[in-house]
């Protein structure tokens, strides 16, 4: 990883170079094949884009001035425009994770996560998500998200690398997530 990367909260001047990456990695833009690689489901506009940075809860990392990678981490009130996250949320009574008591005040949607294809397998994923993650702690102490189950790199990545937690599953829209769950106050360890 070159030392030139920089980590930020996203203002509105990044709106474009994070528009453009999601183009790149956005699920109805790929073909079978490049899905195997990762992909992004939800794609945003500008307005949801101003809303989150104007709650501070977009992170992203750029190289020489260019987003290279992004993280969301939206709160469950933003992310109810979208009906996969009410059901998802419609299933916190069933779930546990540690000691929490589960809900859309302790928890935030965390992702989607992007990183461009050139940085992926590098290191950057933890800390991209280190840099978020003690952004948000002061917010929530509990990260809940989702992956398609035929995502694998995203699930690896998440539970190899960043060690969240596998809590459960569902279906929705003829497709089936896993239910991740992390536990905000514990640091991510930079060793690969």
Known sequence: MTESIQFETAKIIDIDGVLALQELYLVANLSEEEKASG???TPFTVAQLTEVIHENNLFIAKDNNKVIAYIFAGSWDFFKQWPIFNYMSSLFPELTFLDFDITTTNSFQYGPICIHKDYR???LITPLFEFMR???VKKYPLALT???KVNIPSTKAHT???KWTIIGDFQFNNNEY???AYDMKKA???TI
Request: glycine share 10%; net charge positive; aromatic share 14%.
């Open 39 to 41: 992909f992004v489901t």
């Open 121 to 123: 397998g590098k290191g």
């Open 134 to 136: 003690k952004h948000v």
């Open 146 to 148: 989702f992956i398609n």
């Open 160 to 162: 190899e690398k960043l």
């Open 178 to 180: 896993f239910i991740l």
């Open 188 to 190: 991510v360890s930079s």
